[in-house]
């Protein structure tokens, strides 16, 4: 069973900077995609932004330019760094991870980001 422990989030105003972190309990060998979903209220999850194993990342097109995602691939941990935030981006914030050898994912409890004067 693979854990997800996420950190960071919290309440920023409008043009304010967060980090998000996100530590998974298996080796950075298993694991081939790290990423983020964020899901508002009333909406879908969507998703924020991904990295694969070999470094390449996507990003929802409404945070391109300004949220920046980045792994270590010695500490089995992935970043989202979100600059000039939206209240648009208000949202619950959730890690996930896929294995190499495995279909499906695994889900971190989720952060909220809230984005508010």
């Known amino acids: 069973q693979v854990q997800l422990e996420e950190s960071g989030g919290g309440l920023v105003q409008p043009g304010g900077s967060l980090r998000l972190s996100c530590a998974a309990s298996i080796n950075i060998f298993s694991i081939n995609t790290m990423g983020w979903y964020r899901q508002a209220p009333g909406k879908e999850r969507e998703l924020v932004a991904n990295?694969?194993?070999?470094?390449?990342?996507n990003y929802a097109a409404s945070v391109k330019g300004r949220f920046t995602i980045s792994r270590n691939n010695t500490k089995s941990t992935a970043s989202l760094q979100m600059n000039s935030l939206k209240p648009e981006d208000t949202a619950v914030y959730y890690c996930?991870?896929?294995?190499?050898?495995?279909?499906?994912?695994?889900w971190g409890q989720g952060t909220q980001v809230t984005v508010a004067s």
């Open positions: 990295i694969l194993k070999g470094g390449s990342t």
């Open positions: 996930y991870v896929t294995l190499i050898r495995s279909l499906g994912a695994y």
